[in-house]
């Protein structure tokens, strides 16, 4: 086992959940923030088991997951944005909760959990059949088109699956605020998504082809 890649997966893991719990937890004024302990686990403990069985199963897949060295200029604008837009969220669904701006059902809350933890299992497939799969918009020597599989059925099926996590998120944060700053993702995904397929159609060969016979990149039949 690589002890490098543990290292680096271990602090990016504690540095993030740090992060998040602080930027949740200090506009709430309290730990004693229900929603937000409820997300942490479902967001951290599936996070920490996919990074295992990367580390055992996939290492080079690992990896590129922990690469964000973005070095497209266009995705650089793009995650900046999101970026803000992640900040600003969590900031406010904990300020809503400290000041009490708005509430949701219950029921809301445990769908919006239901629907994360399919879009986090839908997140594991992919992992599952794309091990060409980083995090930055770049093409590997001998990089092969994956057709199969959801990648048969949209052309970016990882997307599919952030757009349902991070709209679910601020419900289960139960923030009806956090959730329409988040509704702005999809119109940053698109800008990502118009930059990556450019990309892909100049360096992977065959991609051209994968996009006349998988018409669609988000959703069947709508996106």
């Known amino acids: 086992m690589d002890s490098d890649l543990v290292f680096q997966g271990f602090k990016k893991f504690i540095f993030g959940l740090v992060i998040i719990a602080a930027l949740l937890f200090i506009p709430a004024g309290t730990l004693d923030y229900p929603n937000a302990w409820l997300f942490l686990s479902l967001l951290f403990i599936p996070m920490f088991i996919v ?3 990367l580390m055992f199963k996939a290492p080079d897949l690992l990896k590129k997951r922990l690469n964000a060295d973005e070095k ?3 995705q ?3 995650l900046l944005v999101s970026g803000l837009m992640f900040l600003s969220s969590f900031i406010i669904a904990g300020l809503n909760f400290r000041f009490n701006w708005s509430s949701l059902p219950q029921i809301i809350v445990i769908i919006a959990s239901v629907l994360f933890l399919l879009a986090y299992a839908m997140y594991g497939e992919v992992l599952r059949e794309n091990r060409y799969l980083a995090r930055t918009v770049e093409v590997d020597e001998n990089q ?3 057709d199969s599989g959801l990648y048969g059925i949209v052309r970016h099926p990882m997307y599919t699956s ?3 996590l991070f709209l679910t998120m601020p419900l289960i944060l139960g923030s009806i605020y ?3 700053i988040c509704l702005i993702y999809p119109v940053i995904l698109s800008f990502r998504i118009k930059n990556e397929e450019e990309v892909l159609e100049k360096e992977l060969n065959g991609y051209k082809q994968y996009k006349q016979k998988v018409k669609y990149k988000i959703l069947p039949y709508i996106w």
């Open 51 to 53: 990074g295992i069985i």
């Open 72 to 74: 497209e200029s266009e």
């Open 76 to 78: 650089k604008i793009v």
């Open 144 to 146: 092969e088109v994956i």
């Open 162 to 164: 952030t757009i349902l």
């Open 178 to 180: 956090s959730f329409m």
